[in-house]
């Protein structure tokens, strides 16, 4: 995660790794638990739901911060098992850095037959970030797997860890996938010092005053959210609640404290002497950009060299994986993460006089608040400002500020997104435009299904015996083409053949396919082509004298949903243009006995219709289905049940012919 500072939400690949990591041989507690361990063991469950795989009895925080704006930061948990799938939140995972160390932790467990333990140091494992992927990082966790895990079992810990002294943001994520009973943040500030909160996904809660500088929040029965059996569901980060506190010496003012302008300015702090470019990047960005007259032009060659010849890999080392490596030795090494990228981008347009500036983001759409300003997020890309009076139908994906300036998104680490496009994920969510005191967040653009799609062609013979033979055409463009592009372009053979077989089992029990050709895969702003030869048996199926044909040959759009009462927002993940052009030529002897209906249906947040016809002996059928919106709201979920039905329905359509 190239910069956000984590809490103790576990990781993805925690379980596998604690596994791997082995349990201790635990001893009974020679001393009881603690008394507040106790007294968060004799709450009542009430309010946590019924189907609560486990709950956090108690989760208090309190933020020291001294003179010198150092802090310290001390944390009790205690969490109970209900269910056997709870289990996994009885693990213990403690994250620290080199700027985060960790000065004391005490772990304790009761087990449902009431038995106390205690976790001793040995027990204690230190591991590095699981599922870091490619990247070399200063990160690591104390973790442990105390016994008693089961349903009734209780876990509890308590920690102190020295905090990071180079921003003044305190983060309280207050919500998960369980619930909790009781919780509180207390924060304890030096004389002379202020603070400022802002909330995310949550209403704010009143501050309690206790005096001498020492401010309290409380929280009492915090529901779950819980998102594993929903289908469609948004991203969990954009949902949870939390609260950011800004603070820092009064004498500087407190007026700035808690804004985009500071976030945004803080950042600049840390990053803007990085983004230098010397004489080698100065050189290599003319030489791609010779002969190049046009802003777009121009921009596209230095974003591409980045995107493709400079190796994602993450060093996270230093002020907490925020600040991005000086440009030169990103250019020189040829390697580096996302605000690494977006860095060296800057620095290779300004030799040029193109100016830009990063953006910081997350993947998980809805995470970053506009009404919450703070530095958390896991992702960094670039902004390119547009020249005043410049326009190009190739501008895709941009933003204008407050100031009317235009600036270009560009994500230089996402190798199969076409220049000039935004991948899905980040479209429709907020990201922080760090240009010092004029820093501001911005809103990205959800781009039109065109930039999205897949087409479908085909034309086949159907045989008496009911086996189907022809050649098939499909283009791919945007994020619909990334899985192919990254297949063709890099995989091997076998990788290949196992890919496009996946996709026609959806709609053939028995098929081969011949003379696999593919165009365009390494170019980005062109559709990807894909052609080949398709033979499938038993495709009709005859009953008598009658003949049974799908005319949709391949290719689904079809989702599964639930009947519920739907509470979370429907997350459709991508805009998309999904258009089928299919002929299918009668053996002779058949007449026709019976079409399916036109369908036509549009629900405003997408479209679906089709439409079959009999031309002569030959068959056709076209269909094309768009989706306009990446997110639509909860009390919408009718109208994509009814989507969904029109879509199966159509797909499992058959046309009837009659033997002559």
């Not at 001393?31 to 361990?37: C, H, L």
């Not at 009953?543 to 739907?566: C, H, I, N, W, Y």
């Not at 036109?598 to 076209?622: I, M, Q």
Request: negative net charge; charged residues 25%; glycine residues 8%.
């Amino acid at each position: 995660m190239p910069y956000r500072r984590v809490s103790l939400k576990k990781l993805p690949g925690l379980v596998l790794l604690l596994a791997l990591v082995g349990a201790g041989r635990y001893a009974e507690a020679k001393d009881s638990v603690p008394d507040w361990v106790k007294a968060a063991m004799a709450q009542p469950l009430t309010g946590i739901g019924e189907n609560a795989k486990a709950v956090v009895l108690l989760d208090e925080t309190t933020l020291t911060v001294g003179a010198d704006g150092k802090a310290v930061e001390h944390r009790r948990r205690v969490v109970k098992i209900l269910r056997p799938t709870g289990r996994d939140e009885g693990y213990v995972y403690v994250p620290f850095d080199n700027d985060t160390k960790i000065l004391s932790l005490h772990i304790w467990s009761v087990g449902p037959d009431g038995v106390e333990y205690a976790v001793k140091d040995k027990d204690v494992m230190e591991v590095g970030e699981p599922n870091s992927g490619p990247m070399y990082s200063d990160e690591r966790a104390k973790v442990a797997q105390p016994p008693g895990r089961d349903p009734g079992g209780v876990i509890a810990y308590e920690y102190d860890q020295r905090k990071a002294y180079y921003d003044h943001e305190a983060d309280w994520f207050f919500q998960e996938n369980i619930p909790h009973l009781q919780q509180s943040f207390t924060l304890e500030l030096p004389a002379g010092y202020s603070f400022v909160t802002v909330w995310a996904h949550h209403k704010a809660e009143k501050a309690i005053d206790l005096e001498h500088q020492r401010t309290r929040w409380e929280l009492a029965s915090t529901p779950a959210i819980d998102l594993e059996h929903v289908p469609l569901a948004p991203p969990m980060g954009g949902l949870t609640g939390r609260m950011t506190v800004h603070y820092g010496p009064s004498a500087a003012g407190s007026n700035g404290l808690g804004t985009w302008q500071q976030v945004g300015a803080s950042y600049n702090q840390i990053a803007q002497d990085r983004m230098v470019a010397n004489p080698e990047i100065a050189a290599k960005t003319a030489q791609l950009t010779a002969g190049k007259t046009d802003f777009y032009d121009k921009t596209e060659a230095v974003a591409e060299f980045v995107q493709k010849d400079v190796r994602y890999f993450v060093i996270e080392k230093g002020i907490g994986g925020l600040q991005p490596h000086a440009a030169a030795d990103i250019f020189r090494n040829r390697y580096g993460d996302c605000k690494d990228k977006s860095t060296l981008l800057s620095a290779m347009l300004s030799s040029v006089g193109i100016h830009s500036a990063i953006v910081l983001v997350d993947t998980s759409r809805g995470f970053v608040d506009p009404e919450a300003p703070s530095m958390l997020g896991n992702h960094a890309i670039a902004a390119v400002e547009i020249p005043a009076g410049y326009d190009s139908p190739k501008l895709r994906s941009v933003v204008k500020t407050k100031s009317g300036k235009r600036y270009l998104i560009v994500d230089p680490t996402w190798e199969k997104t076409a220049f000039g496009q935004l991948e899905n994920n980040l479209q429709g969510g907020y990201g922080v435009l760090v240009e010092g005191d004029k820093s501001e967040i911005v809103q990205f653009p959800v781009l039109s299904p065109e930039l999205n799609s897949i087409h479908r062609t085909a034309t086949l013979q159907l045989e008496a015996d009911g086996s189907l033979k022809g050649n098939v055409t499909e283009t791919r463009f945007g994020d619909l083409s990334e899985i192919s592009r990254d297949l063709y372009g890099s995989g091997d053979g076998k990788q290949q053949d196992a890919y496009l077989d996946h996709r026609l089992r959806q709609d053939f029990s028995s098929f081969t396919t011949a003379h696999v050709k593919t165009e365009n895969v390494a170019a980005l702003n062109k559709p990807m082509t894909t052609t080949f030869d398709l033979s499938a048996d038993r495709y009709a199926r005859t009953m008598g004298s009658l003949m049974m044909v799908r005319p949709r040959v391949l290719g689904t759009a079809g989702f599964e949903l639930d009947r519920k009462q739907r509470k979370y927002p429907i997350d459709l993940k991508e805009t998309l243009l999904d258009h089928d052009d299919f002929t299918i030529v009668l053996p002779d002897g058949y007449a026709v006995d019976e079409l399916p209906e036109p369908v036509k249906l549009d629900v405003g947040f997408a479209s679906y219709e089709s439409a079959t016809r009999l031309d002569g002996n030959a068959l056709h059928y076209t269909r094309t289905y768009t989706v306009r919106e990446v997110q639509v709201p909860a009390d919408r979920y009718a109208d994509v049940q009814k989507l969904a039905a029109t879509i199966q329905a159509d797909e499992q359509n058959h046309a009837v012919f009659k033997k002559k």
